[in-house]
């Protein structure tokens, strides 16, 4: 009898779920739905393919700031984008000491104010094929179609590709990214 109302506990709660992540159109970010009625920090800290992210932005001290009503537009670089940095620079980073230089990079990732893709790609339009968004750390990033793909170029040349576009949050939008951007 208890292995049954334990079975159907878990089964209550995986249907609850299903119905949670169906009735808010979730997108799946690093094996977690993303629900829309979440901000962008209690969605980003189920990722598996954003620790390192989830990591610095604690140790930046922006959690509050991103669970503030925005609202804001994140490019999300994964683990993986982290790992293409060189070596050691992500440890450096999160020491203590580098906080400042940490926190501008993520500022960087940020953008005020909700752009989806096809706000984006609107803009790119109107810019005859490039458009440029300030970010948060008051730096530019520039949007660009690469064939099927956005990509987004920073300061210092680098390009990264938007890889999962459209993770709508409670205080904003999320667009996964490839590489890391850096300002200059």
């Given at each position: 009898m208890k292995k049954l109302k334990m079975l159907l506990l878990a089964a209550s709660v995986f249907v609850s779920v299903a119905v949670?992540?169906?009735?808010?159109?979730?997108?799946?970010?690093?094996?977690?739905?993303?629900?829309?009625?979440?901000?962008?920090?209690?969605?980003?800290?189920?990722?598996?393919?954003?620790?390192?992210?989830?990591?610095a932005v604690k140790?930046?001290?922006?959690?509050?700031?991103?669970?503030?009503?925005?609202?804001?537009?994140?490019?999300?670089?994964?683990?993986?984008?982290?790992?293409?940095?060189?070596?050691?620079?992500?440890?450096?980073?999160?020491?203590?000491?580098?906080?400042?230089?940490?926190?501008?990079?993520?500022?960087?990732?940020?953008?005020?104010?909700?752009?989806?893709?096809?706000?984006?790609?609107g803009l790119i339009k109107?810019?005859?094929?490039?458009?440029?968004?300030k970010t948060v750390s008051g730096d530019k990033l520039w949007f660009y179609h690469d064939g099927k793909k956005i990509a987004v170029k920073d300061e210092k040349g680098g390009v990264a590709y938007i890889t999962i576009k459209d993770v709508y949050q409670s205080n904003g939008v999320i667009h996964v990214i490839d590489h890391v951007l850096i300002p200059a």
């Open positions: 949670q992540a169906q009735k808010e159109k979730t997108v799946e970010v690093g094996g977690a739905a993303m629900y829309p009625s979440k901000d962008i920090v209690s969605n980003a800290v189920n990722s598996k393919d954003h620790t390192t992210l989830v990591a140790a930046a001290g922006l959690v509050e700031t991103l669970q503030t009503a925005g609202p804001f537009t994140v490019l999300a670089p994964t683990n993986a984008a982290f790992d293409l940095l060189p070596k050691g620079t992500v440890s450096s980073l999160l020491q203590p000491e580098n906080k400042t230089m940490l926190t501008t990079i993520l500022t960087y990732h940020v953008v005020p104010g909700a752009y989806s893709i096809a706000d984006i790609e109107k810019g005859n094929g490039k458009a440029m968004l």
